[in-house]
């Protein structure tokens, strides 16, 4: 039923910045907490961060912090904003998203999502 399409992937300089889109289809964002993991060449796949809607929610790993945003243009579409990329930043990038409950949830743990975008590669040269 839900069904997210990602964008903006690409290769970029040590420094620079890229914006990854996740849109949604078949349904809205807006009661969602929408979660953001990558897989980088060689290795498994990694929490990058967390949010929801209203932004109670915001979770980050540490290896970002600061230098990754995640937001929402409205209550289709999400946005990584990803800043000062590294090499060690080149992964392939997926976003998930999963109804947000009541009940205390561990959003860094990928088995909680239900709804998966195909990924897109991110590449970081040095």
């Known amino acids: 039923q839900v069904h997210l399409v990602q964008s903006g992937g690409g290769v970029v300089q040590a420094g620079g910045s890229l914006r990854l889109s996740c849109a949604a289809s078949?349904?809205?964002?807006?009661?969602?907490?929408m979660g953001w993991f990558r897989q980088p060449p060689g290795k498994t796949r990694e929490f990058v961060a967390a949010?929801?809607?209203?932004?109670?929610?915001a979770y980050y790993a540490d290896s970002v912090k600061g230098r990754f945003a995640n937001s929402r243009e409205n209550a289709n579409t999400v946005y990584l904003q990803m800043n000062s990329l590294k090499p060690e930043d080149t992964a392939v990038y997926y976003c998930?998203?999963?109804?947000?409950?009541?009940?205390?949830?561990?959003?860094?743990?990928?088995?909680?999502?239900?709804?998966w975008g195909q990924g897109t590669q991110v590449t970081v040269s040095s």
């Open positions: 078949g349904r809205s964002f807006n009661t969602y907490v």
């Open positions: 998930a998203a999963v109804p947000q409950s009541r009940s205390p949830v561990n959003y860094y743990s990928d088995s909680v999502y239900d709804y």
């Open positions: 949010g929801n809607w209203i932004g109670d929610i």
